[in-house]
């Protein structure tokens, strides 16, 4: 009861219905309807009506159904005026709300209790709630027949309320009373509702029509996969998330996954989205031509599309923040009239024997007012959510649109934009991962655009009606410090950006570093790469001290610019405003804090729209810039235009070559040339019909400069195996991707002809899928790139390739690939995961890979483009017989073959012979030996064949099948072992299953306070007790500041009331020593703020700096078999995203966390000060709190997880499409990909999806949590105030605190469950520092070995066996060997034999844990690892580039001067090649070295070999991707420059090793065969002989 009234005491013994106190409450003499208690009365009867006649509808009929009903069954269909309907019923319980109010307010007057002014209204709520409740039952049943109750009901309380309005009218009781404009919003609501009803009846025709509407669910809920339903449920549901309680809480006992999540709705769905984008590009491409440069087009596009709900999240948000400010009003108002005594109103009227108050006494009640602040803030916490879900919803719908937008577009990029470096993977990546988010977050924050600007307006408005001019001073003072912390966040996001960009420079460091590892230790680089990455790494904390420098500063400006502002305007307000009017009050005082707290977080929030609206620009800016780049030609024939004469674009190595090549030609070649394909036409001559691919007069280039090839005049004949040879750089694989038409085409048609038909086509019609496609049009080709593409999925999904499995044709082809003994040795078979590029695996085997998908797609026409290069003679002369000429030709598939397996030729039906990026010749190699004698005669040299090629054959057909059932049978014998093992582990384990779920699950509820732990371990001994100890001190003064602001003017008023003030006396009040006290808090509490804020984040920093250094450090340490059995990708992990998340999320989490926290506590333990009662109600909300918490945590962790774990995919499947483009455009897959590519991005929606619905069901409520302490909290000071005489400054205080609580309680939340997230972070990076590090340090120290060891290059080798982990079998087996200095030893053997293991064990690559390695008299075992392998020279099959110059590449330590370098590059036959290049020595190389061939790449690992010139040099297989004319010349170099040295070769072409003086052969991890080459080769039974043999 408020202060101003006085009225009548009420006997609490005299209750009725009418009251007692008035005789003519019961008299009916002027008729019934003209007494008020008997029109209240007659308001009980439609409510009772719809009581009695639905609750056995509710309770006996859907009660016994709802247990039976799925929940995708039970909803969904919404009958015409839904969401109307629910609007007014909540409408309808507010107005019934103050009319209980109201009643209950008026009956204070009266001397007994009158229950007829507010039972009737009590009924009424609960029939409202009964009719939405029998409304859902009904309609979740399709059952609208049974809505005849509710529209009886409606017709009956539209009657009643009407005729007591009209009798109100009739005696008087007018608008000025509360209790007619009440019964006037009642008449009008159950009217619309009357109105809806009918609506429903006209629209479905279930009554009074012949025939009714049949209406069925949406499709979405027939489909059982579909499990969010957000857009199906009623309004309530969706206002407060109700649908999620069960996902939330089985999250509790089951963890979430995709199943779990289901499928999305059709209208969120990516395909949905870009269709409708897509249809808003048509639409702007159909009012004029879309420029090629700017993004207004699109911005307009993106508005069309998806503009609609982004203006509904706006309304939603104008809403929202009108209640807001129903807060600080509310509390001036309670604070007000607790502290005015002398408050009067206009006293009530009496008619009808009732009273009859205005609406401004019923607003000066305080107990009033905190109703209704409880109820504006219930409406504004969720008006907000629903804001924030149609924002972000907008923004996901929009993101995954975009993305396929970008996908389609990839699909038809030109190569040349990859290949030459005009677009990178990585630069597509970032636009899907990015630019995307950028777009989505622009939407989600773009409601603030709007809102802010009227938020600010009637903020200041307000101020200046409670402190006046101060106000505007105050507001001044936030305006002018406003444009400092925008220049702060314009720094923050600068030092974000430079930040980005030593990171992306990092990881690309750090990304060549792990790929290449097993290169770096051999040559003891680690230290090289390593203080690179770091060097990096000072410059990435550099940009990290400024970002954490304005972090802090702008954590700083939002705690302390409040305090600035108050501080201002009270010291202005004090010294300004000596009128009564505009007197220092708690009124004033913390009606105006609220208000300020509501003013500055637009303001705050300003700088981060402002930067996401910039990022959006950028973003759009970039995206038109993609959208406009150079696409293929669709099967579309261009103009013929001559060839361009400019030259000064070239970028690619190849044209670089080649022009350097053609400048010198002489046209007497172009004669000879010309003259012979002259000749070839004449002599052989295909008919049209024969011919499968036609190129004439084909001039292609990458770029728009000189032509990488010219004058192309080819034919491909069907059925038949044509072969393309020429040395490195001739354009082989050029030709055959212009053949794809992924070259630009200058001039010169290119036809591909279908097959011709005939009787014998009817069995291959099986097997060529596409073989009548349209003429000159291609159709599906089964092309392998001369470096396996391999998909991220299991090896069976990558052979099959979409195509429809069978059983028979996967093990043939298994059979002819040799895929069988790799298989059986990977731990889930054919099942195992590979990688993008098959990491896990060895080149050869992913090569084997490729060329199974070839064979096992029904595509007419296969490219192999030099699938020999990774394998060994064995695999290629398998492939070459089983593969091409039998399996191939079985099928009269047309096969062309780029090769530099030139004993291969006979073989050919048609051969292409490339040079210098023209045709040299072509024909049979008949016709070649006749038209070019003197290039038939090198290739013969070349050969080095015999004329013995038939028998050959079948004794290396016998010989292989020998060998490989005998690894067959021992792989069966241990996978058999294998099998026992595992079962054996299956029984034991059976038994603990569901005690390891349930320890899962212990682990999924708790906080990983060990991760924490590590965390601050890290940050040291001297800034964590300054953190926590800075962190309590500014939050006490942060409540003392408060405090004395109560104390203040709680005082202010005191004085006011004992004086007892008239205009002649001074009544001042003195300020000035509170004044003084109050400026002293501030300062110090500012002061405190940057104190807190930069301990903070300097914490974070050292955190960042300290766990990368271990972590960097470790992993170059680590043994070879973490990268050996661990995906790059998980390595990389650790150093990108976990290594991004501790240095920049964690800091900022945790600061927000504790800042939370502390402001929670402190506002619970004010509130408690104030109210001590407050402590009671304080247990059950904090059970709530606990639990909701409890679930959150648990879910929000999962669905964190997954949407990171299907983003992940998601982006693989771009950049494996971006590096398997030409594959998957060759097979004509592009379909099946963007299906696949519409999966992940629903996949990573839905998990968005849930995630922002799991949020807003945990602000919704917390906040609503929130509102019941606040109206608790007013509910207490107010009983306080009145009956114990608690001053208003605490009440204002109190009440002040309960708002924060409001705002602060779900961030605790979320922040405890980023925190969860964040620290899983911290938990894998502490996991890989926990790894093992190689023993680098040895017997001898560096100073003990003597001067040039190695000098001579003796390896004796005694009673070696080696493994590569202790856990298992051992690689080599009781191995001895002496090679003397200088031998040239060549070591062979089948895959698997140990070869690879022999070379590095000499490095220490491996563990040797029995025999040893003396060189030159040292046991190797005995020295540093880095002195040891600093020794030697060692070339890998599979070549090695770093990014940066070619100098940097051959001789990263900087030893060798540029006349060592370049003798290097003249033995390795590249000193024409880098000569051409601009810079020479200082020419760029990308990364990866992909601006090389493979074969060049492979000749630059050699001259880094030759630079070293170590006494010990071992050669893996370094001459697989070089054509055999380059490898011979290479090989007499080679013994010509190591002629003094020992020189190891592993070689899988046996015939390199015969000019070798000493020959080993390996099996099973030991030496079958130790010898000379030629005491070997007369030993017509030795392996060695069958080798060479197997290899002519």
Same mark, same amino acid.
């Given at each position: 009861m408020m202060r101003g009234y006085r009225t009548t005491p009420v006997s609490n013994s005299t209750v009725s219905f009418c009251g007692t106190d008035n005789s003519s409450a019961y008299k009916v003499d002027n008729g019934l309807l003209n007494n008020g208690c008997f029109l209240d009365a007659l308001g009980l009867v439609p409510h009772v009506f719809l009581l009695f006649s639905t609750f056995p509808i509710l309770f006996i009929g859907w009660g016994s159904q709802s247990s039976k009903v799925h929940i995708h069954h039970s909803t969904w269909l919404h009958f015409p005026g839904h969401n109307f309907r629910w609007l007014l019923t909540i409408f309808l319980l507010f107005v019934l709300v103050c009319e209980i109010a109201e009643g209950i307010v008026s009956d204070g007057f009266n001397q007994s209790r009158h229950i007829h002014l507010y039972m009737p209204a009590g009924l009424g709520i609960l029939a409202a709630i009964t009719s939405i409740v029998y409304y859902h039952n009904i309609e979740t049943s399709n059952f609208p027949k049974l809505l005849i109750a509710l529209l009886i009901y409606w017709i009956l309380a539209f009657v009643t309320k009407t005729i007591k309005l009209v009798k109100y009218d009739e005696h008087g009781i007018g608008p000025r009373q509360l209790r007619f404009c009440i019964t006037g919003l009642l008449a009008l609501i159950y009217g619309l509702l009357l109105g809806v009803e009918i609506n429903v009846i006209l629209r479905r025709r279930y009554m009074?029509?012949?025939?009714?509407?049949?209406?069925?669910?949406?499709?979405?809920?027939?489909?059982?996969?579909?499990?969010?339903?957000?857009?199906?449920?009623?309004?309530?549901?969706?206002?407060?998330?109700?649908?999620?309680?069960?996902?939330?809480?089985?999250?509790?006992?089951?963890?979430?996954?995709?199943?779990?999540?289901?499928?999305?709705?059709?209208?969120?769905?990516?395909?949905?989205?870009?269709?409708?984008?897509?249809?808003?590009?048509?639409?702007?491409?159909?009012?004029?031509?879309?420029?090629?440069?700017?993004?207004?087009?699109?911005?307009?596009?993106?508005?069309?599309?998806?503009?609609?709900?982004?203006?509904?999240?706006?309304?939603?948000?104008?809403?929202?923040?009108?209640?807001?400010?129903?807060?600080?009003?509310?509390?001036?108002?309670?604070?007000?009239?607790?502290?005015?005594?002398?408050?009067?109103?206009?006293?009530?009227?009496?008619?009808?024997?009732?009273?009859?108050?205005?609406?401004?006494?019923?607003?000066?009640?305080?107990?009033?007012?905190?109703?209704?602040?409880?109820?504006?803030?219930?409406?504004?916490?969720?008006?907000?959510?629903?804001?924030?879900?149609?924002?972000?919803?907008?923004?996901?719908?929009? $993101?995954?649109?975009?993305?396929?937008?970008?996908?389609?577009?990839?699909?038809?990029?030109?190569?040349?934009?990859?290949?030459?470096?005009?677009?990178? #993977?990585?630069?597509?990546?970032?636009?899907?991962?990015?630019?995307?988010?950028?777009?989505?977050?622009?939407?989600?924050?773009?409601?603030?655009?709007?809102?802010?600007?009227?938020?600010?307006?009637?903020?200041?408005?307000?101020?200046?009606?409670?402190?006046?001019?101060?106000?505007?001073?105050?507001?001044?003072?936030?305006?002018?410090?406003?444009?400092?912390?925008?220049?702060?966040?314009?720094?923050?996001?600068?030092?974000?950006?430079?930040?980005?960009?030593?990171?992306?420079?990092?990881?690309?460091?750090?990304?060549?570093?792990?790929?290449?590892?097993?290169?770096?230790?051999?040559?003891?680089?680690?230290?090289?790469?390593?203080?690179?990455?770091?060097?990096? $790494?000072?410059?990435?904390?550099?940009?990290?001290?400024?970002?954490?420098?304005?972090?802090?500063?702008?954590?700083?400006?939002?705690?302390?610019?409040?305090?600035?502002?108050?501080?201002?305007?009270?010291?202005?307000?004090?010294?300004?405003?000596?009128?009564?009017?505009?007197?220092?009050?708690?009124?004033?005082?913390?009606?105006?804090?609220?208000?300020?707290?509501?003013?500055?977080?637009?303001?705050?929030?300003?700088?981060?729209?402002?930067?996401?609206?910039?990022?959006?620009?950028?973003?759009?800016?970039?995206?038109?810039?993609?959208?406009?780049?150079?696409?293929?030609?669709?099967?579309?024939?261009?103009?013929?235009?001559?060839?361009?004469?400019?030259?000064?674009?070239?970028?690619?190595?190849?044209?670089?070559?080649?022009?350097?090549?053609?400048?010198?030609?002489?046209?007497?070649?172009?004669?000879?040339?010309? $003259?012979?394909?002259?000749?070839?036409?004449?002599?052989?001559?295909?008919?049209?019909?024969?011919?499968?691919?036609?190129?004439?007069?084909?001039?292609?280039?990458?770029?728009?400069?000189?032509?990488?090839?010219?004058?192309?005049?080819?034919?491909?004949?069907?059925?038949?195996?044509?072969?393309?040879?020429?040395?490195?750089?001739?354009?082989?694989?050029?030709?055959?991707?212009?053949?794809?038409?992924?070259?630009?085409?200058?001039?010169?048609?290119?036809?591909?002809?279908?097959?011709?038909?005939?009787?014998?086509?009817?069995?291959?019609?099986?097997?060529?899928?596409?073989?009548?496609?349209?003429?000159?049009?291609?159709?599906?080709?089964?092309?392998?790139?001369?470096?396996?593409?391999?998909?991220?999925?299991?090896?069976?999904?990558?052979?099959?390739?979409?195509?429809?499995?069978?059983?028979?044709?996967?093990?043939?082809?298994?059979?002819?690939?040799?895929?069988?003994?790799?298989?059986?040795?990977?731990?889930?078979?054919?099942?195992?995961?590979?990688?993008?590029?098959?990491?896990?695996?060895?080149?050869?085997?992913?090569?084997?890979?490729?060329?199974?998908?070839?064979?096992?797609?029904?595509?007419?026409?296969?490219?192999?483009?030099?699938?020999?290069?990774?394998?060994?003679?064995?695999?290629?002369?398998?492939?070459?017989?089983?593969?091409?000429?039998?399996?191939?030709?079985?099928?009269?598939?047309?096969?062309?073959?780029?090769?530099?397996?030139?004993?291969?030729?006979?073989?050919?039906?048609?051969?292409?012979?490339?040079?210098?990026?023209?045709?040299?010749?072509?024909?049979?190699?008949?016709?070649?030996?006749?038209?070019?004698?003197?290039?038939?005669?090198?290739?013969?040299?070349?050969?080095?064949?015999?004329?013995?090629?038939?028998?050959?054959?079948?004794?290396?057909?016998?010989?292989?099948?020998?060998?490989?059932?005998?690894?067959?049978?021992?792989?069966?014998?241990?996978?058999?072992?294998?099998?026992?093992?595992?079962?054996?582990?299956?029984?034991?384990?059976?038994?603990?299953?569901?005690?390891?779920?349930?320890?899962?699950?212990?682990?999924?509820?708790?906080?990983?306070?060990?991760?924490?732990?590590?965390?601050?371990?890290?940050?040291?001994?001297?800034?964590?007790?300054?953190?926590?100890?800075?962190?309590?001190?500014?939050?006490?003064?942060?409540?003392?500041?408060?405090?004395?602001?109560?104390?203040? #003017?709680?005082?202010?008023?005191?004085?006011?009331?004992?004086?007892?003030?008239?205009?002649?006396?001074?009544?001042?009040?003195?300020?000035?020593?509170?004044?003084?006290?109050?400026?002293?808090?501030?300062?110090?509490?500012?002061?405190?703020?940057?104190?807190?804020?930069?301990?903070?984040?300097?914490?974070?920093?050292?955190?960042?700096?300290?766990?990368?250094?271990?972590?960097?450090?470790?992993?170059?340490?680590?043994?070879?078999?973490?990268?050996?059995?661990?995906?790059?990708?998980?390595?990389?992990?650790?150093?990108?995203?976990? #290594?991004?998340?501790?240095?920049?999320?964690?800091?900022v989490t945790m600061e927000c966390l504790s800042r939370s926290l502390l402001l929670c506590v402190s506002a619970v333990g004010v509130i408690s000060y104030v109210t001590p009662v407050f402590l009671i109600a304080l247990l059950p909300l904090a059970i709530a709190c606990y639990f909701i918490q409890k679930y959150f945590r648990v879910a929000s962790r999962d669905l964190q997880q997954l949407e990171d774990s299907t983003e992940l995919p998601l982006l693989s499947h771009y950049s494996q499409t971006i590096q398997g483009l030409t594959t998957i455009r060759a097979f004509r897959h592009e379909q099946k990909f963007k299906k696949k590519l519409l999966e992940h991005t629903d996949a990573n929606n839905i998990s968005s999806l849930f995630l922002s619905a799991a949020n807003c069901w945990l602000e919704v409520r917390m906040e609503y949590i929130g509102a019941f302490v606040v109206l608790i909290a007013a509910v207490a000071s107010i009983s306080n105030a009145l009956y114990r005489q608690l001053s208003a400054g605490l009440v204002g205080l109190g009440l002040t605190y309960a708002l924060m609580v409001s705002n602060f309680l779900n961030w605790i939340v979320r922040n405890l469950a980023d925190m969860e997230v964040q620290l899983g972070c911290v938990k894998r990076v502490n996991s890989l520092i926990n790894t093992q590090p190689e023993t680098y340090d040895g017997l001898m120290t560096p100073a003990q070995i003597p001067a040039g060891w190695p000098k001579y290059g003796e390896i004796q080798i005694k009673n070696l066996s080696v493994r590569y982990d202790s856990s298992l079998k051992p690689v080599l087996r009781h191995v001895n060997a002496h090679i003397k200095p200088g031998q040239k030893v060549g070591i062979c053997g089948r895959t698997g034999s140990g070869k690879s293991s022999f070379s590095l064990a000499l490095f220490r690559l491996v563990d040797t844990f029995e025999g040893q390695i003396i060189i030159d008299g040292i046991d190797i075992a005995k020295l540093p690892l880095h002195s040891l392998r600093s020794k030697f020279s060692i070339i890998l099959q599979d070549p090695v580039l770093f990014s940066g110059t070619i100098r940097f590449n051959l001789d990263p330590e900087r030893k060798a001067t540029d006349k060592m370098l370049w003798e290097a590059l003249e033995i390795a036959q590249l000193m024409p090649v880098v000569k051409a290049l601009p810079g020479g020595l200082d020419a760029m190389v990308t990364e990866g070295g992909e601006n090389f061939s493979q074969g060049q790449r492979q000749l630059f690992c050699l001259a880094r070999a030759f630079v070293r010139k170590s006494s010990i040099l071992i050669m893996d297989e370094a001459t697989a991707s070089i054509d055999m004319a380059t490898e011979s010349i290479l090989q007499k170099v080679v013994m010509t420059a190591f002629a003094d040295r020992t020189v190891v070769t592993i070689a899988h072409r046996v015939h390199t090793i015969l000019g070798s003086d000493v020959v080993i052969v390996m099996k099973h991890g030991a030496i079958l065969e130790y010898d000379e080459p030629d005491v070997l080769l007369d030993q017509k039974d030795s392996v060695f002989s069958a080798f060479v043999r197997a290899d002519k």
């Amino acid at each position: 009861m408020m202060r101003g009234y006085r009225t009548t005491p009420v006997s609490n013994s005299t209750v009725s219905f009418c009251g007692t106190d008035n005789s003519s409450a019961y008299k009916v003499d002027n008729g019934l309807l003209n007494n008020g208690c008997f029109l209240d009365a007659l308001g009980l009867v439609p409510h009772v009506f719809l009581l009695f006649s639905t609750f056995p509808i509710l309770f006996i009929g859907w009660g016994s159904q709802s247990s039976k009903v799925h929940i995708h069954h039970s909803t969904w269909l919404h009958f015409p005026g839904h969401n109307f309907r629910w609007l007014l019923t909540i409408f309808l319980l507010f107005v019934l709300v103050c009319e209980i109010a109201e009643g209950i307010v008026s009956d204070g007057f009266n001397q007994s209790r009158h229950i007829h002014l507010y039972m009737p209204a009590g009924l009424g709520i609960l029939a409202a709630i009964t009719s939405i409740v029998y409304y859902h039952n009904i309609e979740t049943s399709n059952f609208p027949k049974l809505l005849i109750a509710l529209l009886i009901y409606w017709i009956l309380a539209f009657v009643t309320k009407t005729i007591k309005l009209v009798k109100y009218d009739e005696h008087g009781i007018g608008p000025r009373q509360l209790r007619f404009c009440i019964t006037g919003l009642l008449a009008l609501i159950y009217g619309l509702l009357l109105g809806v009803e009918i609506n429903v009846i006209l629209r479905r025709r279930y009554m009074w029509f012949p025939q009714s509407t049949e209406v069925k669910p949406p499709d979405d809920l027939q489909d059982l996969g579909v499990r969010f339903l957000q857009p199906f449920v009623n309004l309530l549901s969706k206002s407060t998330y109700w649908w999620m309680n069960t996902f939330i809480t089985s999250a509790h006992q089951r963890p979430i996954d995709l199943k779990t999540i289901g499928k999305l709705p059709i209208s969120t769905r990516a395909l949905t989205n870009y269709q409708r984008l897509r249809k808003a590009f048509d639409t702007q491409r159909e009012k004029g031509p879309v420029p090629l440069k700017g993004s207004r087009w699109i911005w307009r596009a993106l508005r069309q599309a998806f503009g609609g709900p982004l203006m509904l999240s706006i309304t939603f948000r104008f809403v929202a923040d009108l209640l807001g400010f129903a807060g600080p009003l509310c509390i001036s108002g309670i604070v007000y009239h607790i502290s005015s005594d002398n408050h009067t109103v206009l006293p009530p009227i009496k008619l009808l024997g009732m009273h009859f108050i205005s609406s401004e006494a019923f607003l000066a009640n305080a107990y009033v007012l905190a109703v209704l602040l409880f109820l504006a803030l219930l409406l504004q916490r969720t008006f907000l959510q629903a804001s924030y879900y149609v924002a972000i919803e907008t923004g996901i719908k929009l $993101r995954g649109a975009v993305q396929t937008k970008i996908y389609n577009k990839i699909m038809r990029l030109c190569t040349s934009n990859m290949s030459m470096g005009d677009m990178t #993977t990585a630069q597509i990546c970032s636009l899907v991962a990015r630019d995307t988010n950028h777009l989505m977050w622009f939407f989600f924050l773009c409601p603030n655009l709007w809102a802010m600007p009227v938020q600010i307006v009637i903020g200041v408005i307000l101020l200046y009606y409670l402190l006046g001019v101060s106000a505007l001073i105050g507001a001044a003072v936030i305006a002018v410090l406003a444009p400092l912390q925008y220049f702060v966040a314009t720094r923050l996001s600068r030092a974000q950006k430079s930040t980005l960009e030593h990171t992306s420079e990092r990881l690309k460091k750090t990304n060549e570093l792990l790929r290449g590892i097993k290169l770096l230790k051999l040559y003891a680089w680690e230290h090289i790469f390593r203080s690179s990455v770091e060097d990096i $790494r000072e410059k990435e904390l550099t940009n990290l001290r400024a970002f954490a420098l304005y972090t802090s500063l702008s954590i700083f400006m939002n705690a302390a610019i409040p305090i600035a502002a108050v501080l201002t305007i009270f010291v202005v307000h004090v010294n300004v405003h000596s009128a009564t009017d505009f007197d220092l009050s708690p009124a004033v005082a913390f009606g105006s804090l609220s208000l300020f707290h509501i003013l500055v977080t637009p303001l705050f929030l300003l700088s981060s729209v402002l930067h996401s609206t910039v990022k959006a620009l950028v973003s759009v800016q970039k995206l038109g810039e993609f959208l406009g780049s150079a696409e293929i030609e669709i099967d579309h024939e261009p103009p013929v235009q001559p060839p361009p004469k400019n030259n000064s674009s070239i970028k690619s190595v190849y044209a670089l070559q080649l022009q350097a090549k053609l400048v010198n030609r002489k046209n007497k070649a172009k004669q000879d040339v010309n $003259r012979n394909f002259q000749q070839e036409d004449q002599e052989l001559s295909f008919r049209e019909e024969e011919i499968c691919i036609k190129i004439v007069n084909g001039y292609f280039s990458w770029t728009q400069g000189c032509p990488t090839l010219t004058n192309i005049n080819i034919k491909v004949p069907f059925g038949q195996l044509t072969m393309i040879v020429g040395q490195v750089g001739s354009g082989k694989s050029s030709l055959l991707l212009a053949a794809l038409g992924e070259m630009k085409k200058i001039s010169g048609s290119i036809t591909w002809n279908s097959l011709p038909k005939s009787d014998s086509d009817d069995d291959l019609s099986i097997h060529c899928m596409n073989a009548r496609q349209p003429p000159g049009k291609r159709g599906p080709v089964g092309y392998i790139s001369q470096r396996p593409w391999l998909l991220n999925g299991t090896i069976e999904e990558n052979i099959l390739f979409d195509m429809t499995p069978s059983e028979k044709r996967y093990k043939e082809v298994i059979e002819v690939c040799q895929l069988q003994p790799d298989i059986d040795t990977l731990p889930q078979g054919d099942q195992t995961v590979i990688g993008e590029r098959g990491i896990i695996l060895s080149g050869g085997c992913g090569q084997r890979i490729s060329i199974a998908r070839a064979l096992y797609q029904h595509t007419n026409v296969v490219f192999l483009d030099d699938p020999f290069s990774a394998l060994d003679i064995h695999l290629s002369d398998h492939l070459m017989h089983e593969g091409i000429l039998k399996f191939l030709k079985k099928e009269k598939r047309t096969v062309v073959l780029v090769t530099h397996k030139l004993q291969y030729l006979p073989n050919a039906d048609w051969i292409i012979a490339m040079r210098d990026g023209t045709v040299q010749t072509q024909g049979s190699l008949k016709d070649i030996q006749l038209a070019e004698p003197e290039l038939f005669e090198q290739w013969i040299t070349l050969m080095n064949r015999q004329n013995k090629e038939n028998s050959t054959e079948l004794r290396r057909k016998s010989f292989r099948r020998a060998t490989y059932s005998t690894d067959t049978l021992a792989t069966e014998d241990e996978d058999e072992a294998a099998d026992v093992t595992v079962s054996e582990a299956k029984d034991s384990s059976i038994g603990t299953d569901e005690d390891s779920l349930r320890a899962e699950l212990r682990h999924r509820t708790t906080i990983p306070w060990s991760s924490f732990a590590t965390y601050l371990r890290a940050a040291g001994l001297l800034l964590l007790p300054m953190l926590v100890l800075s962190q309590l001190t500014k939050h006490s003064l942060m409540v003392a500041i408060d405090f004395w602001i109560a104390q203040w #003017t709680s005082h202010v008023i005191a004085a006011s009331t004992e004086r007892n003030c008239t205009i002649t006396q001074d009544c001042e009040f003195s300020h000035s020593s509170y004044l003084q006290v109050f400026c002293v808090l501030c300062v110090l509490g500012i002061v405190l703020c940057l104190v807190t804020s930069l301990a903070m984040e300097w914490t974070g920093l050292r955190v960042a700096r300290e766990l990368h250094c271990i972590l960097l450090r470790t992993t170059v340490l680590a043994p070879m078999r973490l990268f050996e059995t661990t995906p790059l990708g998980n390595i990389l992990n650790r150093f990108s995203t976990d #290594t991004n998340t501790i240095d920049q999320h964690i800091p900022v989490t945790m600061e927000c966390l504790s800042r939370s926290l502390l402001l929670c506590v402190s506002a619970v333990g004010v509130i408690s000060y104030v109210t001590p009662v407050f402590l009671i109600a304080l247990l059950p909300l904090a059970i709530a709190c606990y639990f909701i918490q409890k679930y959150f945590r648990v879910a929000s962790r999962d669905l964190q997880q997954l949407e990171d774990s299907t983003e992940l995919p998601l982006l693989s499947h771009y950049s494996q499409t971006i590096q398997g483009l030409t594959t998957i455009r060759a097979f004509r897959h592009e379909q099946k990909f963007k299906k696949k590519l519409l999966e992940h991005t629903d996949a990573n929606n839905i998990s968005s999806l849930f995630l922002s619905a799991a949020n807003c069901w945990l602000e919704v409520r917390m906040e609503y949590i929130g509102a019941f302490v606040v109206l608790i909290a007013a509910v207490a000071s107010i009983s306080n105030a009145l009956y114990r005489q608690l001053s208003a400054g605490l009440v204002g205080l109190g009440l002040t605190y309960a708002l924060m609580v409001s705002n602060f309680l779900n961030w605790i939340v979320r922040n405890l469950a980023d925190m969860e997230v964040q620290l899983g972070c911290v938990k894998r990076v502490n996991s890989l520092i926990n790894t093992q590090p190689e023993t680098y340090d040895g017997l001898m120290t560096p100073a003990q070995i003597p001067a040039g060891w190695p000098k001579y290059g003796e390896i004796q080798i005694k009673n070696l066996s080696v493994r590569y982990d202790s856990s298992l079998k051992p690689v080599l087996r009781h191995v001895n060997a002496h090679i003397k200095p200088g031998q040239k030893v060549g070591i062979c053997g089948r895959t698997g034999s140990g070869k690879s293991s022999f070379s590095l064990a000499l490095f220490r690559l491996v563990d040797t844990f029995e025999g040893q390695i003396i060189i030159d008299g040292i046991d190797i075992a005995k020295l540093p690892l880095h002195s040891l392998r600093s020794k030697f020279s060692i070339i890998l099959q599979d070549p090695v580039l770093f990014s940066g110059t070619i100098r940097f590449n051959l001789d990263p330590e900087r030893k060798a001067t540029d006349k060592m370098l370049w003798e290097a590059l003249e033995i390795a036959q590249l000193m024409p090649v880098v000569k051409a290049l601009p810079g020479g020595l200082d020419a760029m190389v990308t990364e990866g070295g992909e601006n090389f061939s493979q074969g060049q790449r492979q000749l630059f690992c050699l001259a880094r070999a030759f630079v070293r010139k170590s006494s010990i040099l071992i050669m893996d297989e370094a001459t697989a991707s070089i054509d055999m004319a380059t490898e011979s010349i290479l090989q007499k170099v080679v013994m010509t420059a190591f002629a003094d040295r020992t020189v190891v070769t592993i070689a899988h072409r046996v015939h390199t090793i015969l000019g070798s003086d000493v020959v080993i052969v390996m099996k099973h991890g030991a030496i079958l065969e130790y010898d000379e080459p030629d005491v070997l080769l007369d030993q017509k039974d030795s392996v060695f002989s069958a080798f060479v043999r197997a290899d002519k």
